[in-house]
């Protein structure tokens, strides 16, 4: 996973290590070069003193040599001319030296003279130091300077973009408040507040749309189902129908059945996908789950057994808490082993078990969770009972989990 980074920080990143480079490179470029130039200064006045020494010897002066900075002597032959550093012994200083010498081989009125001058180099390098250590400081005073006001100006020009990006985090589609949003002289800054605030309309527009149309199938199509209902209860109540035709009416009633649940989770799942469940109270979970337990046994479910040895109490939306545990206990009670298997429930102080009985694992408890999805190709089932529950404990962050064990499948919900 990649790490992120804030843009200013990244941006007074770059400068900085951009900076010390520049600083580093500039300091060795200016200590080499500082040091040619010195170089070249002293070997031109050694020169300058060869010549000298020369004019002098051809206008028949009589030179005496004054070591270690000028040497005349006679030799027997010529040789090429050298140029070198070399250390000497220095009397005056009373310590070895390094000196950058020349020396020459010359024929003057016949006779073959070596004449050697030198100067002193060691100062040269005191001189580049101090050179280089100037550089440095002054390079770092002016780097600190246009850091912090890079940095200052950079947070001025994207201040604009970071207003409208907080704006954008706090945007929701449920209230009816328009999104406040900072315009900027930037060109770029002031195109993206003008997409922003025309996205940020037509998503609000659409999302009310999308509400609106909801809404108006789901209650739509109620009319004209509680009259299919009311027509078929007529029909099966009639005494001349024959037992073909009543097991007919019966299979209609029963997807009409199914297609009226279908209508009521697809509605909570879009109400719950568009954030319209925002009623927060406290939820005595414990006793809500001995509720609805105690509501299904009233319907002749009596083999539910509930166990609690903790009282939980939750902040969400009572209507969420209903369904999340209704759904928990129909999924249990339409995929028990039979009708006469126990199914269990317990609880403690952070977790919420559902057991029922079963002969095997699922083949894909990767998809249980998805919409629409069955394992068992069940008829009372709309595949959506599961699908439900995972998005409620995702609004609240529980966590939802499947195993089996021991003959039994269980579904539990970690509340902290």
Known sequence: MTVKTRLIRKTAKAFLVTGLLLACFSSIILYFY????????????????????????????????LPPVTEVKKVVSLKQEILKDTLIYDPSQDEVELFRELSTFKQIHGENY???????????DEILVAIVIANIGVFFL????????????????????????????????????????MDSDILEFSELKFEIAVLTQKVRSDYENLKQFTEDVSHEMQTPLAIIQAKIDTIINDQSINNEQFEQI?????????????????????????????????????SLVKQIIGNFKELEMTNIIFDANAELQ?????YLADVLVNNLLSNAIKHSKDKSSEITVNMDDTTLYVYN?????????EKLFSRFYREAHNNQSTGLGLSIVKKICDIYGFRLSYGFSQNQHCFSVVFK
Do not use: C
Request: glycine share 0%; charged share 20%; net charge neutral.
């Open 34 to 65: 500082t040091k040619h130039l010195l170089q070249n200064e002293i070997e031109e006045e050694l020169y300058s003193t060869e010549a000298r020494i020369e004019t002098a010897l051809n206008e028949h002066q009589f030179l005496y040599s």
């Open 314 to 318: 939750l902040q969400m939306d009572p």
């Open 142 to 181: 002016a780097f600190l300077f246009l850091f912090y006001f890079n940095t200052a100006q950079n947070i001025k020009l994207w201040k604009s973009f970071f207003y409208n990006l907080e704006q954008m985090k706090a945007f929701s589609l449920t209230s009816k408040e328009p999104i406040s949003l």
């Open 114 to 124: 070596q004449i050697t001058v030198r100067d002193l180099v060691v100062e040269s």
């Open 250 to 286: 019966t299979s209609v009633q029963t997807h009409i059945q199914k297609l009226k649940q279908l209508i009521k989770r697809l509605t909570i799942l879009t109400k719950i996908d568009n954030n319209q469940f925002t009623n927060i109270e406290k939820v005595n979970f414990t």
């Open 357 to 365: 009985a079963g002969n095997s694992a699922l083949n894909h408890p």
